[in-house]
């Protein structure tokens, strides 16, 4: 077997290497509670208290890596060019929807399904 002094290196060792683990995998997780909040934010969705907890397990700011900023970053430049002419064109386009007929389609899609299913 080993000798106590070799078994207690071996032992230090293995905690040290669990503790730069779990570090990782904090800084890890942080960084994608990171990307969920800032798409949380672009999107105008309730955050997570989760997400705030595991930023301050991380030890508060994290720093996102570059390629996931750049996802972030992207997806709002596309974001902010259909946001001027988006809403618009999709108002202008709701305007033209014929919502009568619309109604009526629906129902008689239910009507027919209601004939197909015995259940309903």
Do not use: N, W
Not at 38 to 45: N, Q
Not at 80 to 87: I, L, P
């Amino acid at each position: 077997g080993m000798a106590r002094e070799e078994f207690e290196e071996y032992q230090r060792q293995l905690l040290e290497e669990k503790i730069e683990r779990d570090k990782a995998f904090a800084q890890k997780k942080a960084e994608r509670a990171t990307v969920r909040m800032h798409l949380r934010d672009k999107y105008h969705l309730a955050q997570d208290e989760r997400d705030d907890a595991q930023l301050h397990v991380a030890g508060g700011a994290v720093e996102l890596p570059q390629e996931l900023a750049a996802m972030v970053h992207s997806e709002e430049e596309e974001e902010e060019e259909e946001d001027g002419a988006g809403a618009f064109a999709f108002l202008t386009k709701l305007r033209e929807v014929d919502l009568p007929a619309l109604r009526d389609r629906a129902l008689g899609t239910v009507d027919d399904v209601k004939e197909k299913c015995v259940l309903m």
